[in-house]
């Protein structure tokens, strides 16, 4: 199975686009859009589909809620739009492939945050350290108050979570779940280089009053004109958080989605 035909890094005219069964029907041009999947389908290792034919045009300010019942392929489709999983069809991101701009670059400007991230050796700050080097190197940026920034921004956004700064010194296995929750999303946000956010479940683990304080500042992130950040792709299992933080609904159902234009009740 394929990543991407090669569709997706010639096109340059415009192509009819059927109309889908989700609800997304659109034109296709390669480059008009933020970001677009066309087509997307993705089976199981034994050749059993998962879903199949997903269409998607995502916009600037776009919040997409995605909702469907657990094991219906909410979760894979995040990770294909992050190639981090094998599917068939298109997914273009500012007119251009995946693999046109590197994955390991392609990943950092669309960033999928797990709902449970898998444990890393050492500390978040190592980790924070390591990826802050990362980002500086792709920016070509010297400026040690630059680097430094890279650093401070994703503590600051945690603690606005509750997250004490010693947390960032602790093995990521002491950590409780929400901690890990928290400290994942405050370093992909703090680096300020994804365009797009994959969130499988951002607040799964937190309670009422802590997940009002992660939409608010994600929301508030969306809508600044200070960072890079253009639009989300969010699944949850909550109405009233869809409710909340929504402005698109995609429903998965039967092995493909369909569109909603209100949020769920």
Not at 184 to 212: F, K, N, R, Y
Not at 234 to 242: L, N
């Amino acid at each position: 199975m394929k990543h991407s035909s090669p569709a997706a890094d010639r096109a340059r005219n415009w192509v009819p686009m059927p109309k889908i069964p989700n609800g997304f029907s659109h034109t296709y041009m390669a480059g008009a859009d933020l970001f677009t999947v066309h087509d997307l389908s993705c089976e199981t290792d034994e050749g059993a589909q998962i879903f199949s034919g997903i269409n998607l045009v995502l916009n600037q300010g776009d919040i997409v809620v995605v909702q469907g019942k657990s094991g219906c392929g909410k979760t894979t489709f995040l990770k294909c739009l992050a190639h981090l999983h094998l599917y068939t069809g298109d997914v273009v991101f500012h007119g251009n492939s995946p693999k046109s701009y590197g994955i390991p670059v392609y990943r950092t400007k669309v960033a999928y945050v797990p709902q449970r991230p898998p444990l890393l050796p050492g500390s978040p700050r190592d980790f924070l350290s390591t990826a802050s080097s990362f980002a500086a190197r792709r920016k070509k940026e010297k400026n040690a108050s630059m680097l430094a920034k890279g650093l401070e921004y994703p503590v600051r956004i945690a603690s606005s979570w509750g997250i004490d700064e010693q947390l960032w010194d602790r093995d990521w296995s002491n950590l409780s779940g929400g901690e890990t929750q928290r400290i994942a999303l405050a370093i992909t946000m703090g680096l300020d280089s994804a365009e797009v956010l994959l969130l499988d479940e951002p607040t799964s683990a937190l309670d009422h009053q802590s997940s009002l304080q992660v939409e608010r500042l994600i929301a508030d992130t969306l809508k600044s004109n200070d960072n890079g950040l253009k639009a989300i792709i969010w699944i949850t299992h909550s109405p009233e958080q869809a409710g909340r933080v929504g402005t698109r609904f995609l429903q998965f159902s039967g092995g493909s989605a369909y569109e909603e234009y209100s949020p769920p009740v």
